[in-house]
């Protein structure tokens, strides 16, 4: 039976070629804007530029350097530079660490207390109100140009974590196709992977009969199958370029998960490998995303064999040999892509386990997975069957 939910996302997008014109419609003329973006992509592209010319005569601001995993010190200065000069209206011109950074600076100005600790340790729990933002987004993948979550790097204490408020979904969210096309390999298929995988621990779970959910699911993913290699090959391709911005929204606005069961183990765990080690938040999602669903395949298998059936289209042989090729094509892509999708790939090996298990046990992160079953002694199991 599918679970009750209460869905509701206000973000409004505004998609296609030229509409970051429309900045200037979609943020108050009286606003004291900051614009926050990452290291050059988005001043050496024009976007930035661009952003400055649409948003005309209002007093505009810059904060430039945040880094990707963005950082609690750096995002702190930002906040610094809005309670100075009273600004009240941020925008943020990249991808998911721009995104994510000016949400947590946008619940850090009014915050009483230690930012880190209540918004980030204490999931924003108390906090009340946040500045509004919109965004322009660069790079297809997170999804949080419409969502209500970030995740902010301490990189003093090597520690990421995240937290979600209904009050830091972007007012608006400006999606051009051609913003994407500088994007290096490298980011594209980070972009893939990361969107494939939140598709995924929404989906494969156990069945609720949640039949559109299903079927959308698997329809965005047979979308990034289909044209993830293509995109490596023309990233200046603007139907391909459409089509993955959207899916990558799509794949984590709130509306595949809704009123089904979601696993997210993966990407807890992966977050404890890029704060030790620094890898990209997908490389870790290519080295556990196989190896979640083969440690969890019992409890998985009516739907790993739906999604060997629907997405992959395997129809012979019997169900374990099913879903051994899927789990196994699932591997294919993601390397196909150019993403690693073993520890070793990224010189780590089994004596870093055991800190990145002590990490998520001080982390709480103790009963990952739809079934609450994923123990530090499985994620352990996990660890090791990704080396
Ligand atoms: O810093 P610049 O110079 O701008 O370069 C960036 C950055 O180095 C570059 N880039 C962005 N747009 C570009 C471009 N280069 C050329 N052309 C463009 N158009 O790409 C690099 C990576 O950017 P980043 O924003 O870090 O990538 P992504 O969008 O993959 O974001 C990753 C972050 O999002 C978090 C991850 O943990 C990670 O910190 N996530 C956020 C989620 C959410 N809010 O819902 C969910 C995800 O699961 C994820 O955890
Ligand atoms: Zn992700």
New binding site residues.
Partial sequence: MMNNFNFYNPTRIVFGNGQVAKLDELVPKDARVLVL??????RK?G?LDEVITALGNRHIEEFGG?????GYSTLMRAVEQIRQNELNYLIAV???????GT?FVAAAVQCEGDPWQEILVNHASNIHQALPFGSVL??P????EM?A???I?RYETQE?L?FGSPLVYPVFSILDPT??????PR?LA??VV?AF??IMEQYLTYPVNAMVQDRFAEGLLQTLIEIGPSLLESPDDYDLQANFMWTATLA?NGLIGAGVPQDWAT?MIG?EI?ALHGL???QTLAILLPTVLQEQREKKYAKLLQYAERVWGLNEGTDDTKIDLAITKTRDFFERMGVKTHLTDYQINADAIPVMIKQLAEHGLTQLGEHNDIDLEKSQHILQASL
């Fill in positions: 973006f990452g290291g050059q992509s988005a592209n976007t945040i880094e990707a995993n963005p990249g991808g998911g660490s721009v995104i994510d949400k660069t790079l993948a997170t999804g949080s969502n979550n970030s995740v790097t990421k995240a913003k994407a096309y500088t994007l290096p980011q980070n972009g990361d995988t939140h984590l990407h977050h890029t990209d938040h997908a």
